[in-house]
């Protein structure tokens, strides 16, 4: 996301297909109460016991059900700026009647600083768009200054994961969170990157690096 002129621009895809019927139906029924809107973030309360999760970019948003569905009492909050995977996933929490996801169909950058300090737990960040050519680069999601922003809004010792089967984007991750105080990178089991956590599925990117014989990074950050 850029900023120019005080408007907003935003590399990449926003919208797919026409919205069926059915799907223009769902979201006029369903959108106000499961699509977060920015005057309810202070009515999100602050979870004790459970934990709060973010999954930025979350495509399809087919781990988010699943994780959700196996972590009833967690709160997850989606971010993805693609409209159809949003209503896709909308799809999915009507029809499966799940209570415990919220989704941000817009840049993760328009809303990451409203949320309460020390707020998530685990934050998720699978497969992002490389834009592998150098003069690309300032379109990369993971940037200083958004780490400064999911720094902000992670509790001590919350996880940063992040995969990527794309050469660029791997050197790019740990250049970026190499040179912080607030992120340790930390290995998991024995190596540094580690096979996918169980918690996890395969996503689309995932299964497509696979099916392409790639190999998929995955890096694990602790929050100091
Ligand atoms: C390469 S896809 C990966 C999708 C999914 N995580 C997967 O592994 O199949 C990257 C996703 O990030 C989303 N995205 C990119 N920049 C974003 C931003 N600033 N805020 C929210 N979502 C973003 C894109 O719309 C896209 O769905």
Redesign the pocket.
Same mark, same amino acid.
């Given at each position: 996301?850029f900023l120019k002129k005080n408007k907003i621009f &935003?590399y +990449?895809?926003?919208k797919g297909r026409k919205l069926s019927s059915s799907n223009i139906k769902l979201l006029k029924d369903y959108s106000q109460k499961f699509y977060l809107q920015e005057d309810q973030l202070h009515k999100i309360k602050f979870n004790e016991n459970n934990k709060n999760i973010l999954? %930025? +970019? &979350? +495509? /399809?948003g087919m781990?988010l059900v699943h994780m959700s569905l196996n972590r009833p009492n967690d709160l997850f909050i989606g971010?993805?700026?693609?409209y159809n995977?949003c209503v896709k996933l909308l799809k999915q929490i009507v029809m499966q009647n799940i209570r415990n996801i919220k989704i941000w169909p /817009?840049? %993760? /950058?328009l809303i990451i600083k409203k949320f309460k300090r020390n707020f998530f737990d685990l934050i998720l960040i699978?497969?992002?768009?490389p834009w592998p050519k150098k003069k690309h680069k300032k379109r990369r999601?993971i940037q200083q200054k958004f780490l400064d922003d999911l720094s902000k809004v992670m509790r001590h010792e919350g996880k940063l994961i992040i995969?990527t089967d794309h050469d660029v984007m791997k050197s790019w991750v740990l250049e970026q969170l190499h040179i912080r105080r607030d992120f340790t990178w930390v290995k998991n089991g024995f190596n540094y990157e580690n096979e996918k956590p169980k918690c996890i599925i395969n996503?689309?990117?995932?299964c497509k690096a696979l099916e392409n014989d790639n190999v998929v990074n995955w890096f694990f950050f602790k929050k100091n």
């Open positions: 996301m &935003f +990449g895809r926003r999954e %930025i +970019g &979350f +495509g /399809n781990n971010c993805d700026v693609y995977g /817009n840049d %993760i /950058n699978l497969q992002p768009d999601l995969s996503t689309k990117y995932t």
